[in-house]
């Protein structure tokens, strides 16, 4: 063979194993509605950016008829590339490669990748399409998926990780997506279940969908355990990509600085708090009339929607917004919600971005349902998030802040650089119905009318605690300031808090009430 044959022979070489599967089996994958792994790397990265390692990667399982078998790819792309012209990592499992299994080879693909944006300090994305641990291969796949596992979590909090669920991923498959820090899903597409609805029949003898039992849409609002939901694969796509754009790309680089803008949204700040306390408004008013261009990207939008956590920009740089958000169950903080905000916490604080709290809740959720459930514990990772950030930690408390919600929501006494509060904060131990029915009870009873008596020890309350002054007057406020006000105190504080530091402990780790 002279040299231009050879290159010849390289270039069909690499077409047929680029085929994956084949092309009875690519149509089959389109027909379900899905992408190829390649055409998913060619829309998640810059245009061309791809370079691919590791293409000839074969196993080298000899059971079960695996000898004779020649897999392309081994079922996984890995490779570098860039978004917005910054480097990432990614992998994309091939699910026309049966069933984008993953054997040992397979993994040692993936965790080469992983060990690549580990040096390099750069993200790392995994496109998931996969039965799980390739049951001809034993024991060697469940290494490779531990091999995995352990790279997740050094990575974790140095380089964001990034999972997309697109298909049918099962059993081990799901694992390193839930070690990740986000997880995306596309409606229809997407399905995570540790098994597979066939085992639930052979064991449980119940039948169920693949949707039903972990469909995108039962992951993005019951579970928890996806952080963004798209429509279709495209979409998801920019989603990644717009959120690569707000966030730092390692622990140490900071999200960069972009111009100052002003709010885009034509919203009278003043006026988004209405007076009554018992009448809801949402809260993504409030962070959109603050934020460059109301640009907000939200996370876990559709899950535990009593509190509102994503990602903006305030003078050019970015910010994690924790806000209550009174249109959904009073903006309490409940099992799910201390979960979502506790997360988000530590996720900032692991990649340097100041966080901004939003307050306006009366209150961890009563009930035996949430007791039974664990709102204790649960609701002490809020306290540990925080308490533990050493970030810029700057709140505001727009309207109620009750109780242990006043204090977890970044109160001062958790340590909060700066603590504003609007005319409308009602600063007390709970609302005023609550508290005079307690603390004014023999009076009520003994009264010649108990309902007019009780009317009156409630506006009695009211007027003593239901406003910001009285923790003002001890310093646990920094400022009563007009709403219209909020968004040049919240640059102050940000030019403040640029060169802060803390101490921190020389323990190895806490332990947080996980
Ligand atoms: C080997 C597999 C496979 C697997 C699928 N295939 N999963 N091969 N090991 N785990 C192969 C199929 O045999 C088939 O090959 C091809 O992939 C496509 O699969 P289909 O079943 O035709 O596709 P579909 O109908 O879309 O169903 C997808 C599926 C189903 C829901 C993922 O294949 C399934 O239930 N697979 C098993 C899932 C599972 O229980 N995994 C757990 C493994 S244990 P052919 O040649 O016919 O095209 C595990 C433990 C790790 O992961 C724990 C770590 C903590």
Request: aromatic share 8%.
């Amino acid at each position: 063979m002279n040299k231009n044959e050879k290159v010849d022979a390289l270039l069909h070489k690499r077409r047929d194993v680029m085929l994956g599967g084949g092309e009875k089996a690519i149509q089959k994958q389109k027909e379900s509605g899905k992408l190829t792994a390649r055409e998913r790397i060619d829309l998640l990265l810059d245009k061309g950016s791809f370079n691919e390692y590791d293409l000839f990667v074969q196993h080298d399982a000899r059971d079960f008829g695996m000898a004779e078998k020649v897999l392309n790819g081994d079922g996984v792309i890995i490779g570098t590339g860039t978004i917005d012209g910054k480097p990432v990592c990614v992998f994309a499992q091939d699910f026309t490669v049966v069933g984008g299994s993953l054997g040992y080879m397979h993994a040692k693909k993936i965790t080469k990748i992983q060990d690549v944006a580990m040096k390099m300090r750069v993200p790392c994305i995994g496109i998931n399409d996969s039965g799980g641990a390739r049951i001809q291969e034993g024991v060697s796949s469940l290494a490779g998926y531990g091999e995995i596992f352990y790279r997740n979590t050094q990575a974790s909090g140095v380089i964001p990780q990034i999972s997309v669920i697109l298909g049918p991923c099962a059993g081990g498959a799901v694992y390193s997506p839930a070690l990740t820090d986000y997880v995306f899903v596309v409606d229809k597409v997407s399905k995570m279940f540790i098994t597979g609805p066939e085992v639930i029949k052979t064991v449980l003898g119940e039948e169920i969908s693949q949707e039903d039992l972990g469909g995108a849409r039962v992951h993005s609002e019951i579970t928890g355990n996806a952080h963004f939901f798209a429509h279709n694969e495209e979409e998801c796509f920019l989603q990644i990509r717009k959120l690569l754009s707000f966030i730092p790309h390692n622990n140490k680089s900071g999200a960069g600085k972009l111009q100052s803008e002003k709010p885009e949204v034509n919203i009278d700040i003043n006026s988004v708090v209405p007076i009554d306390p018992t009448i809801p408004y949402d809260v993504r008013q409030v962070i959109k009339a603050v934020t460059d261009k109301s640009d907000f990207i939200e996370v876990m939008e559709k899950f535990a929607q009593n509190i509102v956590v994503g990602f903006g920009r305030i003078d050019g740089k970015t910010v994690g917004f924790i806000a209550n958000q009174p249109f959904y169950l009073a903006g309490v903080l409940d099992v799910n919600s201390s979960d979502k905000a506790a997360r988000f916490i530590r996720y900032c604080d692991a990649f340097n971005i100041p966080i901004v709290t939003l307050v306006d809740l009366p209150g961890y959720l009563p009930g035996v349902d949430q007791e039974h459930a664990g709102v204790i514990r649960h609701g002490a990772k809020v306290l540990y998030a925080y308490s533990e950030a050493t970030v810029p930690k700057i709140t505001v408390i727009l309207r109620k802040a009750y109780g242990g919600g006043y204090i977890a929501m970044s109160s001062r006494h958790l340590n909060a650089d700066f603590v504003y509060a609007w005319p409308t904060a009602e600063i007390a131990v709970m609302g005023p119905q609550g508290a005079a029915n307690i603390i004014f009870r023999k009076e009520i009873m003994e009264a010649e009318n108990p309902e007019d008596m009780r009317k009156q020890k409630v506006e009695e309350y009211k007027e003593r605690f239901a406003n910001p002054y009285v923790a003002a007057a001890k310093g646990y406020v920094d400022s009563v300031i007009e709403p219209a006000e909020t968004r040049g105190m919240l640059i102050h504080a940000l030019l403040l808090c640029e060169n802060k530091e803390e101490v921190k402990s020389d323990r190895k780790h806490g332990i947080p009430p996980f």
